[in-house]
């Protein structure tokens, strides 16, 4: 079964920019978080999604927002970039949110904003 | 809120030795999962072993067992007979069993260097 990919896995903008990172869980999972990976912050959850609909949200402004289709690929979306929004971008899924099924982290799109 | 501390940001230890990576939690919820990440070089983050907090009798896995102490709020991790491969950086995490959520909460991590 293959696992959690996410695409693009590197990727450069400027301030001011916008950019969409998605993710494809692995088959059969339905639940689909996010998060951001920094030096200075360390690993911090940005959101959750479940069978469409967003369950969870992490203390990020406004710009960051996701959606999930109905094929539960999920896609972040970053709007007026800024320099302190680079970053790895982790994406993980499970099957379910009963709480007893594992996360699998894909190998993050890596950003960077100059 | 919830909060997880690993003290100590760098550990080396030697080929075939054992070496415990520490993590305290802060949390007033009585049920919830810890677990402990491994990230790697290449960045994958793997799953290496959990613990519902409701279960009394330490996971294991392999060359991997944790000792969890509730009342303490501590979930250290052992790695016996440690290989090159167990070189990486390693993450505590905690999540919470109410609610649904599938939210991680991690610590700030460990380097783990494994010296031949």
């Known amino acids: 079964k293959a696992g959690v990919t996410q695409t693009p896995r590197y990727l450069i903008k400027t301030r001011g920019q916008q950019v969409t990172l998605s993710c494809s869980p692995i088959?059969?999972?339905?639940?689909v978080s996010w998060y951001q990976q920094t030096p200075g912050q360390g690993l911090q959850f940005l959101f959750e999604?479940?069978?469409?609909?967003?369950?969870n949200k992490g203390n990020f402004p406004g710009r960051f927002s996701g959606r999930q289709f109905s094929n539960s690929r999920s896609e972040m979306n970053v709007s007026t970039l800024e320099l302190g929004d680079s970053a790895l971008y982790l994406c993980?899924?499970?099957?379910?949110?009963?709480?007893?099924?594992?996360?699998?982290f894909g190998p993050g799109t890596r950003l960077l904003v100059l | 809120a919830q909060t997880v501390t690993q003290s100590q940001p760098e550990m080396s230890v030697q080929e075939a030795e054992t070496v415990t990576l520490s993590c305290t939690y802060d949390t007033s919820e009585s049920d919830y999962y810890l677990f402990w990440y491994k990230q790697p070089p290449s960045r994958q983050m793997i799953l290496v072993i959990r613990q519902e907090a409701y279960k009394q009798q330490n996971a294991t896995e392999n060359r991997f067992s944790v000792n969890f102490q509730k009342a303490a709020k501590s979930f250290s991790l052992k790695i016996s007979d440690s290989q090159l491969g167990d070189a990486a950086m390693y993450f505590c995490a905690y999540r919470s069993a109410e609610g649904g959520s599938e939210k991680l909460v991690f610590g700030k991590g460990t380097k783990l260097t494994v010296n031949p």
């Open positions: 999604y479940f069978s469409e609909t967003q369950r």
């Open positions: 993980a899924s499970s099957f379910s949110t009963s709480g007893q099924e594992t996360q699998y």
């Open positions: 088959s059969g999972h339905r639940s």
